[in-house]
């Protein structure tokens, strides 16, 4: 059974076109990775500052191995646009 992760992102003050164009450049990254299902991008409408990754996953683990595929220092731009650290979580569909 598929899991699907969403990961939550703020950015900084200033930083949101910028850190959501960083979030759409590693969408194609996600999508290749082994195991990937599916990856969307949502950006809030009530903040321009929040934004939400959806990933469907063939797992955990999957998902997991997949983080090693975004080149390190594309991770450490991407933390100086946040004003906090990326949160996530797992979820499966209640049968």
């Keep these: ?17 910028r850190l959501g164009k960083f979030l759409l450049s590693v969408v194609p990254l996600i999508e290749q990775a082994e195991g990937c299902q599916s990856c969307m991008l949502l950006h809030s409408h009530d903040d321009e500052n929040v934004f939400v990754m959806i990933e469907v996953w063939a797992s955990v683990d999957a998902h997991r191995a997949s983080v090693k ?26 049968m």
């Design 1 to 17: 059974m598929s899991v699907v992760r969403i990961n939550n992102f703020a950015a900084k003050a200033g930083q949101a076109e």
């Design 69 to 94: 595929q975004i080149p390190p220092e594309k991770i450490l731009a991407a933390m100086t646009m946040l004003a906090a650290p990326p949160s996530g979580e797992y979820y499966s569909k209640k």
